[in-house]
């Protein structure tokens, strides 16, 4: 699965790795069957070919902290710190990466109609 990742996406998860948290990836390339069962389980909200898990190499990656908290605020803590640090960590590699739990990137993470706090993405710096 780490091999479907764009190498940037791979450069920035090695550092949270090794500089944040021990961590395991879930999920990177999606082909259509894979992408169109998650739309029908409504796991996302896109259909083949819309999400960034389905480019080639995949410039979204899916990610939850290792060992897994039992807790949901321990878990849902753990996903905001380590998803914080990937997006600090992608700002000194000249990237842009957005989290699942603020996609509008304005720092309220009350606001999303829809979260995927495992998830995160490579967009563009201008947009």
């Not at 390339?29 to 998650?38: I, S, V």
């Not at 819309?50 to 990656?61: I, L, R």
């Not at 997006?87 to 590699?93: G, L, S, V």
């Not at 603020?102 to 998830?119: A, C, I």
Request: glycine share 8%; aromatic share 12%; with cysteine.
């Amino acid at each position: 699965m780490y091999d479907t990742l764009d190498p940037t996406l791979q450069r920035v998860m090695d550092r949270v790795l090794h500089e944040v948290a021990d961590i395991s990836l879930t999920s990177g390339h999606r082909g259509q069957a894979e992408q169109d069962a998650l739309f029908d389980k409504r796991v996302t909200k896109v259909r083949w070919p819309d999400s960034k898990h389905n480019t080639y190499p995949s410039v979204a990656v899916d990610f939850q902290p290792h060992p897994y908290p039992d807790y949901t605020p321990k878990l849902w803590g753990a996903l905001g710190y380590i998803a914080g640090r990937a997006i600090a960590i992608a700002k000194e590699e000249g990237i842009c990466l957005r989290w699942g739990g603020d996609w509008d990137r304005d720092g309220d993470t009350t606001d999303q109609s829809f979260d995927d706090l495992f998830h995160l993405e490579i967009y563009r710096c201008d947009t």
